[in-house]
């Protein structure tokens, strides 16, 4: 029983060896700070929309006590703060409007509005105009910071979102399985 281990593991040894003995792969280069900036927008960008799209439409006045927001409510803060941080990293301040909406139709369009100024003032960041001061909601800061900060805000609004779903029995679209 020994010898046949042995030579098993002699067999594995002789047809595995020119695997080890291989070239590595060439490696991509690492993605640069805009290139990831812009990946970890997308990524909370996803997650909001596609938590405002799996509450339902009755459960957007849900409030887990009366001194929280609305999930609507929260909808309606995260749509205004882009508007406001992305219209102003662009240069082209926008005043936003999404806290006077009530229904989820007309939430999930401000969100998506949002977005579209959003997506201009991230594929207008270049390492050339990183650094562009922008009026920021505390004052003048790299445009880079400014727009890093919007997806910080987004992030944390994210997770109290993800609370108000999983109080609703709904997963989060993050603890979604992985496909």
């Known amino acids: 029983m ?11 040894g002789i047809f595995a060896s020119p695997l080890f003995g291989q070239a590595p792969a060439p490696s991509q280069a690492p993605p640069s700070v805009i290139d ?12 909001l929309l596609k938590a405002a799209d799996k509450m339902p439409d009755d459960a957007y006045g849900y409030q887990p006590t009366p001194e929280e927001r609305s999930f609507g409510g929260w ?8 508007t ?10 926008k005043a936003p409007g999404a806290g006077s909406k009530t229904t989820k139709a007309d939430l999930v369009a401000a969100l ?10 991230y594929a207008a960041l270049t390492d050339a105009n990183s650094n562009d001061p922008v009026q920021s909601f505390r004052g003048p800061v790299p445009r880079l910071i400014a727009l ?8 944390e609004c994210y997770g ?8 609703k029995g709904i997963v989060p679209p993050s603890s979604e399985p992985r496909r």
């Open 2 to 12: 020994k010898r046949y281990a042995a030579i098993m593991v002699g067999l594995v």
């Open 36 to 47: 990831s900036i812009r990946g970890s927008y997308n990524q909370a960008k996803n997650n």
């Open 75 to 82: 909808i309606a803060h995260v749509a205004d703060a882009q």
């Open 84 to 93: 406001a941080g992305c219209s102003r990293a662009l240069g082209t301040p």
């Open 112 to 121: 998506k509005d949002s977005f579209d100024t959003c997506d201009a003032a």
């Open 148 to 155: 890093m900060n919007t997806i910080v805000h987004d992030n």
């Open 160 to 167: 109290a979102i993800a609370v108000y779903l999983r109080l």
